[in-house]
């Protein structure tokens, strides 16, 4: 009999060991990171031209797949949850994200973590709904990540998902490229998944082109050298085109704290999570910077950690989304909009610009 029953016992053993190794062998198989400098398509709707010295607005706004809002706790963070708790959620967040944008009313507008497919934002192509809901734009996707069906939480696995980088524009874009982004090469790819920036040229009257970079930089590595070298292509990149002539304008959520003392200004835990390190100005390419006048007199944060449900007295906030800009830019005003993250885990910036003759 206790052979009967060990013989069973090995033959269960086995047989999760081998759906085990078949679902790793399935991970690594189906992992795949999309060629570097590739062309994005871009969707034209209207044909106007920017104009130097001249105001104009943009807002970078990561959105967080339509899937989190103020009662919501995400499973990396050390919260409970990692899919939208519906798709009438998802859909909900993002008639927010319209109305913030028709308020803010952004020439330019950046968006992150905008899913086009995913089990964890309940296949609300969230693509799509931008472009079908924003009227007057032209609009370019790049994909950020396709990833495999992650198998974690065992009790609600956050799955697969594809999902990347909106750039809307009510001036006309030419010439969109995805460049990919050094990521870590071990297991912890599957984790922190694929990284990329997305640019466009914006023509303007009479003069030379303004390029506009969306990015969205890893938020869990723990490896800083894959951090330093993702900034170093970014910069490489702003520097060459401005090294051109062109104007240079790069929003985003830069995973990175951009006023360098946010848990001071916010009264946050002094411990730095991965994605709350200072961002490092000194290495800013020559003729850059991040405009972050007033933000800290305000005190209105981007983004909070997503470890409980949002409590404005107890929630860990921090500033990691804004602008870097070329000195030919010049920086009128910056502001966050303060949504109380009714939409998404982070609030919105917008910048005030113009472009100097």
């Given at each position: 009999?206790?052979?009967?029953?060990?013989?069973?016992?090995?033959?269960?053993?086995?047989?999760?060991?081998?759906?085990?190794?078949?679902?790793?062998?399935?991970?690594?198989?189906?992992?795949?990171?999309?060629?570097?400098?590739?062309?994005?398509?871009?969707?034209?709707?209207?044909?106007?031209?920017?104009?130097?010295?001249?105001?104009?607005?943009?807002?970078?706004?990561?959105?967080?797949?339509?899937?989190?809002?103020?009662?919501?706790?995400?499973?990396?963070?050390?919260?409970?949850?990692?899919?939208?708790?519906?798709?009438?959620?998802?859909?909900?967040?993002?008639?927010?994200?319209v109305e913030t944008t028709e308020k803010i009313d952004p020439a330019l507008a950046f968006y992150q973590e905008v899913d086009e497919d995913g089990d964890r934002s309940q296949h609300v192509n969230e693509v799509n709904w931008l472009r079908n809901n924003l009227f007057g734009y032209n609009s370019l996707y790049g994909q950020n990540y396709d990833s495999?069906?992650?198998?974690?939480?065992?009790?609600?696995?956050?799955?697969?998902?594809?999902?990347?980088?909106?750039?809307?524009?009510?001036?006309?874009?030419?010439?969109?490229?995805?460049?990919?982004?050094?990521?870590?090469?071990?297991?912890?790819?599957?984790?922190?998944?694929?990284?990329?920036?997305?640019?466009?040229?914006?023509?303007?009257?009479?003069?030379?082109?303004?390029?506009?970079?969306?990015?969205?930089?890893?938020?869990?590595?723990?490896?800083?050298?894959?951090?330093?070298?993702?900034?170093?292509?970014?910069?490489?990149?702003?520097?060459?085109?401005?090294?051109?002539?062109?104007?240079?304008?790069?929003?985003?959520?830069?995973?990175?704290?951009?006023?360098?003392?946010?848990?001071?200004?916010?009264?946050?835990?002094?411990?730095?999570?991965?994605?709350?390190?200072?961002?490092?100005?000194?290495?800013?390419?020559?003729?850059?910077?991040?405009?972050?006048?007033?933000?800290?007199?305000?005190?209105?944060?981007?983004?909070?950690?997503?470890?409980?449900?949002?409590?404005?007295?107890?929630?860990?906030?921090?500033?990691?989304?804004?602008?870097?800009?070329?000195?030919?830019?010049?920086?009128?005003?910056?502001?966050?909009?303060?949504?109380?993250?009714?939409?998404?885990?982070?609030?919105?910036?917008?910048?005030?610009?113009?472009?100097?003759?």
């Amino acid at each position: 009999m206790l052979k009967k029953i060990g013989k069973v016992l090995l033959t269960l053993l086995l047989l999760i060991l081998l759906v085990l190794g078949a679902y790793v062998a399935y991970v690594y198989i189906a992992y795949d990171r999309l060629p570097d400098k590739q062309d994005v398509a871009i969707e034209q709707e209207t044909s106007e031209q920017l104009k130097a010295d001249v105001s104009y607005r943009a807002m970078t706004y990561n959105i967080g797949y339509g899937s989190y809002p103020p009662s919501y706790s995400f499973f990396m963070d050390g919260g409970t949850k990692s899919r939208a708790d519906s798709k009438k959620s998802v859909e909900k967040n993002l008639r927010g994200v319209v109305e913030t944008t028709e308020k803010i009313d952004p020439a330019l507008a950046f968006y992150q973590e905008v899913d086009e497919d995913g089990d964890r934002s309940q296949h609300v192509n969230e693509v799509n709904w931008l472009r079908n809901n924003l009227f007057g734009y032209n609009s370019l996707y790049g994909q950020n990540y396709d990833s495999p069906y992650l198998f974690y939480p065992f009790n609600q696995p956050i799955g697969k998902a594809t999902s990347g980088l909106v750039t809307m524009s009510k001036a006309t874009m030419t010439d969109g490229k995805r460049y990919s982004l050094p990521i870590e090469t071990n297991y912890n790819k599957f984790l922190d998944l694929d990284r990329a920036f997305t640019a466009t040229k914006i023509p303007v009257d009479g003069s030379n082109d303004l390029i506009a970079i969306n990015v969205h930089l890893s938020a869990y590595t723990k490896d800083r050298s894959v951090m330093e070298a993702q900034l170093n292509k970014l910069f490489n990149y702003m520097e060459d085109e401005y090294k051109k002539g062109n104007y240079v304008i790069v929003g985003g959520d830069f995973n990175h704290d951009v006023l360098g003392n946010s848990p001071e200004v916010f009264g946050s835990s002094k411990k730095r999570e991965s994605w709350n390190q200072p961002f490092p100005k000194e290495d800013l390419p020559e003729g850059f910077e991040i405009p972050v006048d007033g933000l800290a007199e305000a005190k209105v944060p981007t983004s909070r950690k997503l470890n409980e449900p949002y409590d404005k007295k107890t929630a860990e906030v921090t500033l990691i989304d804004g602008f870097i800009v070329s000195d030919n830019i010049t920086a009128e005003k910056v502001q966050v909009e303060e949504n109380e993250f009714e939409y998404s885990d982070h609030n919105p910036v917008y910048l005030d610009f113009k472009l100097e003759k």
